[in-house]
């Protein structure tokens, strides 16, 4: 299981009392679903879940001192953001995600290349909770890696 961080739960309590319910749950579908291995942190100023530097030293390639990112969200104005990068790298993945959606969602899917966003009060909780399930930090780290190699 993955260990809150102080620094997200002030993040949290930052935002508008109106969102706070929808980022807590998003939070704690996270928590549940991801695999271990992940860490909880804040990364460019939002909520993250990485590999840790102990599990891939090299880090994140733009900024090797930072670790691994992986998936993070964020309170935007008119939305919440899922930023979930394994599915911007794994067309498997994406494909499976964009198939499953609206049985999940009346809304239309409105995404970018890792990029998620949903209304407030409408996220599709059990839908994110498998999608975080797909992907184990060793099975993140290799697509990474493949990815960098065909740059």
Known sequence: MIKKSEAVDK???AQPQD???DLNELRDTLIKSLPSGFEETIGYGMP????PHSMFPRGYHCDPKQPLPFVSFANQKNFIALYHMGIYVNTDLLNWFTEQYPLHSK???DMGKSCIRFKPA???IKLLGELLKQ???KDWI???EAALERR
């Open 142 to 144: 290799l697509l990474y």
């Open 107 to 109: 809304r239309k899917l």
């Open 48 to 51: 993250a879940y990485v590999v």
């Open 11 to 13: 993040y949290i309590a």
């Open 122 to 124: 409408e996220l599709p």
């Open 19 to 21: 969102r706070q319910n």
């Open 135 to 137: 992907m184990t930090p």
